[in-house]
């Protein structure tokens, strides 16, 4: 079980005080936990049980490695009449980093209805070596996602994409409201299965882009994927990604393009490219006559 004391903020969980048969609560139990850090815990399925919302709103930072039958890092469900009354602040709303890594069973960081998490402190999101994971975010996510600074995810072979494709008002909603205003560094190798990064649309709030890293990932199509909610005009116009200065594409074998629907990028501040000479891509590097760097692709529709 968890380890609490009054006032106790940081916390290190060893595999003897943790188990896969839930935690039980008392009220005020763990709410002003701030840092969680788990290793090594081969029995745990579940890492933050349903049990434990109320230890989900002062958490800063959540690290967990090797454990090697996790199979959710936050499990929720539908409030009771209790913990509709003591709501105050949304669940996860002051989580600022999030690192994952070694957690072969693991099949999603959420699990449940999440409308009353909010994810928008959180700045770093590392996540290596999860052989299940076939999606990051569900779309009731993504869209509090503005301060995400860094996000870094290595060796997830299954992912298939960032945020979960979802049809109907629920797509809508979150494709106008989706966007990474403040992400600097995008970080995705050995990622197999992945098929493209972001929708088209979110291309045009990646303002304060500098690095972005691509590779082994062999079903890659697109980096931007298909919008239908994406501006034909922005679309037509071309996009500029102003502040990406290093842009890595190593051993993506399939065909890919830049941008789904969209020919011509443009990265006015690009310092450093690195292509594979072998790579299949639909794209062609040009500098331009300022000493910028523009990006022209064939639109790829599959």
Same mark, same amino acid.
């Given at each position: 079980?968890f380890?609490?004391t009054?006032?106790f903020?940081?916390i290190?969980?060893?595999?003897d005080?943790?188990?896969?048969?839930?935690h039980e609560?008392?009220?005020?139990?763990?709410?002003?936990?701030?840092?969680?850090?788990?290793?090594?815990?081969?029995?745990?399925g579940?890492?933050?049980?349903?049990?434990?919302?109320?230890?989900?709103?002062?958490l800063?930072?959540?690290?967990?490695?090797?454990?090697?039958?996790?199979?959710?890092?936050f499990?929720?469900?539908?409030?009771?009449?209790?913990?509709?009354?003591e709501?105050?602040?949304?669940? !996860? #709303?002051? %989580?600022?980093? +999030? =690192?994952?890594?070694?957690?072969? *069973?693991? &099949?999603?960081?959420?699990?449940?209805?999440?409308?009353?998490?909010?994810?928008h402190?959180?700045?770093?999101?590392?996540?290596?070596?999860?052989?299940?994971?076939?999606?990051?975010?569900?779309?009731?996510?993504?869209?509090? !996602? #503005?301060? %995400?600074?860094? +996000? =870094?995810?290595?060796n997830?072979? *299954?992912l &298939?994409?960032?945020?979960?494709?979802?049809?109907?008002?629920e797509?809508?909603?979150?494709?106008?409201?989706?966007?990474?205003?403040?992400?600097?560094t995008?970080y995705?190798?050995?990622?197999?299965k992945?098929?493209y990064?972001?929708?088209v649309?979110?291309? +045009?709030?990646?303002?304060?882009?500098?690095?972005?890293?691509?590779?082994?990932?062999?079903n890659?199509?697109?980096i931007?994927?298909?919008?239908?909610?994406?501006?034909?005009?922005?679309?037509?116009?071309?996009?500029?990604?102003?502040?990406?200065?290093e842009l890595?594409?190593?051993?993506?074998?399939?065909?890919?393009?830049?941008?789904?629907?969209?020919?011509?990028?443009?990265?006015?501040?690009?310092?450093?490219?690195?292509?594979?000479e072998?790579?299949?891509?639909?794209?062609?590097?040009?500098?331009?006559?300022?000493?910028?760097?523009?990006?022209?692709?064939?639109?790829l529709?599959?």
């Amino acid at each position: 079980m968890f380890l609490a004391t009054e006032g106790f903020k940081n916390i290190v969980l060893s595999s003897d005080q943790m188990n896969k048969h839930g935690h039980e609560q008392r009220k005020g139990f763990l709410q002003i936990l701030e840092f969680v850090e788990v290793k090594d815990c081969g029995d745990i399925g579940t890492l933050f049980s349903a049990k434990l919302r109320q230890a989900l709103k002062n958490l800063k930072s959540v690290k967990i490695l090797s454990c090697k039958s996790l199979e959710a890092v936050f499990e929720l469900e539908e409030e009771d009449e209790e913990s509709k009354e003591e709501e105050e602040l949304p669940l !996860l #709303s002051s %989580l600022t980093r +999030l =690192e994952l890594s070694d957690l072969p *069973e693991l &099949k999603c960081i959420w699990k449940g209805p999440t409308r009353h998490v909010n994810l928008h402190s959180l700045n770093c999101l590392i996540l290596r070596n999860l052989d299940k994971l076939t999606f990051i975010f569900p779309p009731s996510l993504s869209q509090s !996602l #503005s301060q %995400l600074e860094t +996000l =870094e995810v290595e060796n997830c072979r *299954e992912l &298939k994409h960032v945020i979960r494709e979802k049809d109907g008002d629920e797509r809508k909603i979150i494709a106008e409201s989706l966007g990474f205003p403040k992400l600097k560094t995008l970080y995705i190798p050995r990622c197999g299965k992945l098929e493209y990064v972001f929708p088209v649309s979110v291309s +045009l709030t990646l303002q304060n882009l500098e690095r972005m890293t691509i590779s082994y990932v062999y079903n890659l199509k697109q980096i931007f994927g298909p919008d239908d909610h994406a501006s034909p005009v922005n679309v037509e116009k071309g996009m500029v990604l102003p502040n990406l200065k290093e842009l890595s594409l190593e051993q993506l074998s399939s065909i890919v393009c830049f941008s789904f629907g969209c020919c011509n990028f443009s990265f006015p501040r690009l310092e450093k490219l690195k292509v594979d000479e072998d790579a299949r891509l639909c794209t062609k590097f040009t500098i331009t006559p300022d000493g910028s760097m523009s990006a022209q692709s064939e639109v790829l529709l599959i």
